[in-house]
């Protein structure tokens, strides 16, 4: 199969911070690539550099087998496009955001409006043409910016948590897009996500991205399924926190995992732990509860993603969690983005990595 | 005395009134003239001042924080103080006498500019600062050269630079020191509002310094509220 983008020993660097250290990577025709990572790993980074809006510091990329340099960055620029995690409109409407790129391309204006209604049908936005970009939900901007991408039909996409900070209905919506786009149009994908569900869903092939560096590189289930001990841990990527541990004398330990956060576990152990704790062993509810669980946290709820029957929510309490109840518990307690929240879960839950 | 003063700010309120509407062919020249020199000024400014804040706000070099802190205090230079300096540099004598800038249209509208270049600068390159850091990178994203992603994010700043355009363009008409010194209040070539509103009044002729007082504060009021409609109608 054809490779799209060769990435061959990549680095970049912020002053003294490293964000990528020598990433190699190939991305083949047609896939739908995910870059899965905690926050901070340098996904967002690495999809800059692959957009051409960012230099590396060292390492070469090659676009359709052509060197990346100076003089053709444009040519990369035309034949890619990316949507960012925190949507970016020009304050104008809905159609002269999508028509934008169309016109850099100087497409007629008959072929401009054409486009422009098909991507708004594609994202469910039929009619918006006129309306005020800024003045859209999260999720509404969030799907004006996707059609923009769309209506480029650009070779490859890029996209960096497309889903994150919106509801669970506009993050289906989207979700149904990018697979209909992959299926129909054959649009090659490399998706940022911190979400593995995401990544399990939509990606025929994943890479896992650790401070920097890719530390695995395969099918979804390679990477949920790492030999090691540490990567597995890591892989969940969700609920795992780093601190220093100190016995409490009662059989249990505290971990200072930072931000004004203690997790209470069930084992005895001192100096530096990463725990795990899994979405499923948290109990979410609206109101504080007494249980006999050692870990209670208030918060407020950041990101919502809709996997069906099951609905994964990120709380920020401090740290962020992420918590899995169903469906019916979300629609039945009216939770929402911005919902405030009470988490609970069992010292016995907390497991060391 | 107070009566006599309160009859003759209405007398000449009256008369100036009827300057207005008689469409008094002084005051039509005088007016015309002002507004013609101010909007070449102002169009001159941003024809220097736009490249100028472009760079500012949207490039990081080694003196942008003392260029900056530079045409901020150059917002308040007193306008008698840079008449001079233009005096001193127009006259017959000054480094570019030969040009014959001084007491001539072309020279005023030069004097004018570099007034109001601070304005252009400062307030267009406030508004770019305040634009979204990721509309250029979208722009590039979604194809844009250098210079177009440039482009996108002046046109996101509109707001600020129809700002700077207005405060450029009511500084320059409103200002007196320039205008004076450099333009020498010539009649029918360089008198302009705010020159002969001075000189009349000292002169004695109250009713004609009304009317172009009247004239000069509603040129001024037309153009913020036509531009604050040209905003509004924007978002």
Do not use: C
């Not at chain 1, 509810?285 to 209670?296: D, K, M």
């Not at chain 2, 050269?145 to 996101?156: C, D, G, P, Q, Y």
């Not at chain 2, 320059?172 to 509002?193: F, H, K, P, Q, R």
């Amino acid at each position: 199969m054809k490779t799209v983008m060769e990435l061959e020993n990549i680095s970049k660097t912020y002053g003294n911070i490293t964000a990528l250290q020598q990433v190699n990577l190939k991305i083949v025709e047609g896939e739908v690539f995910s870059l899965l990572g905690p926050n901070g790993s340098g996904k967002t980074t690495l999809l800059r550099i692959m957009a051409g809006i960012e230099k590396p510091a060292s390492g070469e990329m090659r676009f359709n087998s052509v060197k990346v340099e100076g003089g053709n960055i444009n040519d990369v620029r035309l034949k890619t496009t990316m949507v960012f995690q925190k949507t970016a409109l020009f304050n104008t409407s809905v159609y002269k955001n999508i028509a934008y790129g169309l016109r850099l391309r100087e497409r007629s204006k008959k072929e401009t409006d054409e486009k422009v209604r098909e991507v708004l049908k594609t994202v469910k936005l039929e009619g918006y043409e006129k309306r005020s970009a800024k003045r859209l939900s999260g999720g509404e901007q969030q799907r004006v910016a996707l059609a923009r991408a769309l209506a480029l039909d650009t070779q490859v996409l890029l996209l960096d948590e497309p889903t994150a900070n919106i509801d669970p209905k506009n993050v289906s919506i989207i979700e149904e897009v990018l697979s209909w786009v992959n299926k129909e149009k054959k649009t090659t994908m490399v998706i940022a996500t911190h979400n593995m569900f995401q990544t399990e869903t939509l990606a025929d092939r994943a890479a896992l991205l650790l401070e920097g560096k890719i530390v695995k590189v395969g099918v979804p289930q390679e990477i949920f399924t790492l030999p090691s001990k540490l990567l597995a841990s890591y892989a969940r990527l969700e609920n795992v926190f780093s601190g220093v541990s100190k016995v409490t004398g009662e059989g249990t330990s505290l971990v200072d995992v930072g931000d004004g956060v203690q997790i209470e576990t069930a084992f005895e152990k001192t100096g530096n732990t990463t725990v795990f704790v899994r979405p499923e062993d948290i109990i979410l509810s609206l109101n504080p509860i007494v249980s006999s669980a050692r870990n209670s946290f208030k918060g407020r709820i950041v990101e919502v993603s809709d996997l069906g029957a099951i609905v994964r929510l990120r709380v920020k309490a401090g740290r962020d969690f992420t918590v899995q109840i169903t469906k019916r518990s979300f629609n039945d307690m009216q939770l929402n983005i911005d919902s405030k929240v009470f988490l609970a879960f069992k010292a016995s839950s907390v497991q060391t990595v | 005395m107070t009566t006599a003063l309160g009859n003759e700010i209405v007398d000449g309120l009256l008369k100036a009134l009827q300057l207005i509407f008689s469409g008094n062919p002084t005051v039509v020249e005088i007016s015309l003239r002002s507004i013609l020199i101010s909007g070449l000024a102002t169009i001159l400014a941003f024809m220097w001042g736009l490249p100028v804040a472009t760079i500012l706000g949207l490039r990081k070099f080694r003196g942008r924080f003392l260029l900056k802190g530079f045409f901020n205090a150059m917002l308040g230079i007193p306008t008698v103080a840079l008449g001079l300096i233009l005096y001193l540099f127009f006259s017959n004598t000054g480094p570019i006498g030969f040009l014959r800038l001084l007491y001539d249209p072309v020279g005023m509208i030069i004097g004018e500019a570099i007034l109001v270049t601070p304005i252009t600068v400062s307030f267009t390159t406030n508004a770019i600062e305040s634009v979204d850091p990721e509309i250029k990178d979208l722009a590039k994203t979604l194809g844009a050269s250098e210079t177009e992603a440039s482009i996108a994010v002046l046109k996101e700043s509109i707001n600020g630079v129809v700002l700077a355009v207005t405060a450029s363009f009511n500084r320059a008409i409103a200002e007196l020191g320039v205008a004076l010194m450099v333009g020498g209040n010539i009649a029918g070539l360089t008198s302009v509002l705010t020159t002969v509103i001075a000189l009349e009044t000292n002169k004695g002729n109250i009713e004609l310094s009304i009317a172009l007082a009247i004239i000069l504060f509603l040129i001024v009021f037309a153009l913020t509220i036509s531009m604050n409609m040209i905003q509004r109608r924007r978002t």
